[in-house]
C-alpha cells in the first residue's frame, strides 16, 4: 500500500528518492500550518524543553543539541569561527569536504588538505602521519559525503585527532544522522553538526549541532566568530530555553511531530532499516552489472552510506538520461553531484522511506536502463 499524496497535485508519497531533501511525511509537513506563538513566551519555552529531552536521545549525547535556523551550511561556518584558532587540516573526499575547507579558507584560517579520490575514504595512519606534522587546532571530516556515498569511519579517525593535544575534530553528518550510527560524546566529537532535510525527513530550513566543553571553551576565545553563529549564545539560548535570534518557528513545529515519530521507531531500528535499504542498492546495482550502462557502487565496500549510494555509469554521460527518464515516469532519483555529474546518480534511501517503496524505484531505474 503507498503512502498517501503529501498534497494537492503533487505525486504520491514513496517517488521521490534524492539525496535531500527527503520525502516529508504528511503529518509532518502539516504540523507547520498551525498559528504562531511569541518565541519569547512560555509556550516557545514548553516546546524547547520537550524538543531537547527528545533529541538528546535522537543524538546519542547527554550535551545540549543546538537548534540553529539555517542550512547545515551555516553550522559548518559556526564550527569553522567558533573551534579554529588559525590552521585547519580537513579531510576531503567530495564536494561537501572540500566546501568544510572552503569556508574555513573563506574565514580567514589557514587550511591544509587530506585529499583522497572522490569515492574514497580517510585512512586514520594517514591522517595521523599529516597531524604529527604539527600546527593544526582543528580537523574537520565529513561522516556520509553526500556527492560520493562514501561513509568515513568516524569514530576511528576521531580517536586518531584525540591523540593530539587541544586539536579539535568537527565532524559534518548532513546526510549521515538519523541513518548512520554516530556517538558525539562516546566518539570524542568536539562538534557534530547534521541539517534537518536529509535523514531526519523534515523541510529544509533547521540545523543542529552538539558541542563539546572544549569546543565551547575555545568558542569563549574566538575574536571574529560574529554574532548569529557564536556558540555561546547557543548555550545561553538552551540554558534560558530561549531562542537567541527568531527561530523558524514552523519548521520547529514539524520538528515536535518528527522527534515524537523517530523515538517511538528507536535510533536502532532506524539504522537497521537504512542499512536494508542500502545493502538492497547495492545487490541491485549488481544484479545490474551485466546491462549496457555498466553500473558499479562508487564507494568501496565497508565505507558505504546506508543513506546515499551514488551509481557510477561506464556508459559517457549517459547518467543524466538516466536521472530524466526516472523523472518522465513519475519518480525521482539524484543526478551526480559536481565532476560526477555526468557519470553517476544518486538514489537517497533514507528519512521515512521503506525497503518496498525502495524496489519501486529500483524497478522503474531497471526498466528506464534496460
Known amino acids: 500500500m503507498?503512502?498517501?499524496?503529501?498534497?494537492?497535485?503533487?505525486?504520491?508519497l514513496g517517488r521521490f528518492f534524492l539525496p535531500g531533501p527527503t520525502e516529508v511525511y504528511p503529518e509532518v509537513?502539516?504540523?507547520?500550518?498551525?498559528?504562531?506563538?511569541?518565541?519569547?513566551?512560555?509556550?516557545?519555552?514548553e516546546i524547547l524543553q520537550e524538543l531537547q529531552a527528545g533529541l538528546e536521545v535522537l543524538f546519542c549525547t547527554k550535551r545540549p543539541v543546538y537548534i540553529s535556523t539555517s542550512s547545515a551550511t551555516g553550522l559548518m561556518e559556526a564550527a569553522v569561527r567558533n573551534g579554529v584558532r588559525s590552521k585547519l587540516l580537513a579531510c576531503v573526499n567530495g564536494a561537501f569536504s572540500k566546501r568544510f575547507g572552503e569556508i574555513a579558507a573563506a574565514c580567514g584560517h589557514q587550511v591544509d588538505t587530506y585529499d583522497v579520490p572522490w569515492g574514497a575514504a580517510h585512512d586514520p595512519a594517514e591522517l595521523r602521519n599529516r597531524l604529527k606534522k604539527g600546527g593544526y587546532d582543528a580537523?574537520?571530516?565529513?561522516?556520509?559525503?553526500?556527492?560520493?556515498?562514501?561513509l568515513n569511519d568516524i569514530k576511528t579517525l576521531a580517536a586518531v585527532v584525540r591523540e593530539f593535544d587541544d586539536v579539535l575534530v568537527l565532524v559534518d553528518s548532513v546526510s549521515g544522522f538519523g541513518g548512520?550510527?554516530?556517538?558525539?560524546?562516546?566518539?570524542g566529537l568536539d562538534f557534530l553538526l547534521t541539517g534537518s532535510q536529509k535523514a531526519l525527513a523534515l523541510p529544509p530550513g533547521l540545523a543542529f549541532g552538539v558541542a563539546s566543553a572544549r569546543m565551547l571553551e575555545r568558542s569563549a576565545k574566538a575574536e571574529r566568530k560574529g554574532f548569529y553563529f557564536d556558540l555561546l549564545k547557543f548555550q545561553e539560548g538552551h540554558e534560558k530555553f530561549s531562542p537567541h535570534i527568531t527561530p523558524a518557528l514552523s519548521t520547529i513545529f514539524a520538528l515536535q511531530v518528527q522527534v515524537k515519530r523517530m523515538l517511538a521507531e528507536t535510533m536502532a531500528v532506524r539504522w537497521a532499516?537504512?542499512?536494508?535499504?542500502?545493502?538492497?542498492?547495492?545487490?541491485?546495482?549488481?544484479?545490474?552489472?551485466?546491462?549496457?550502462?555498466?553500473?558499479?557502487?562508487?564507494?568501496?565496500?565497508?565505507?558505504?552510506?546506508?543513506?546515499?549510494?551514488?551509481?557510477?555509469?561506464?556508459?559517457?554521460?549517459?547518467?543524466?538520461?538516466?536521472?530524466k527518464a526516472v523523472s518522465a515516469k513519475g519518480w525521482t532519483v539524484g543526478g551526480g553531484y559536481g565532476k560526477l555529474k555526468p557519470s553517476s546518480f544518486r538514489v537517497g534511501h533514507m528519512g521515512d522511506h521503506t525497503l518496498a517503496e525502495l524496489n519501486d524505484v529500483l524497478n522503474v531505474l531497471a526498466?528506464?536502463?534496460e
Open 139 to 150: 580537523v574537520t571530516m565529513v561522516h556520509s559525503e553526500t556527492s560520493t556515498g562514501v
Open 29 to 45: 509537513m502539516e504540523a507547520q500550518l498551525r498559528p504562531m506563538i511569541s518565541h519569547r513566551g512560555s509556550a516557545m519555552t
Open 180 to 187: 548512520a550510527e554516530v556517538r558525539p560524546d562516546e566518539w
Open 273 to 323: 532499516r537504512h542499512q536494508k535499504m542500502a545493502e538492497r542498492t547495492w545487490a541491485w546495482v549488481d544484479e545490474m552489472k551485466g546491462k549496457k550502462a555498466g553500473l558499479s557502487v562508487l564507494a568501496p565496500k565497508g565505507f558505504r552510506s546506508p543513506c546515499v549510494t551514488t551509481v557510477a555509469v561506464a556508459t559517457p554521460d549517459l547518467a543524466p538520461t538516466i536521472v
Open 2 to 12: 503507498s503512502k498517501p499524496s503529501s498534497g494537492p497535485g503533487s505525486k504520491p
Open 367 to 369: 526498466e528506464v536502463i
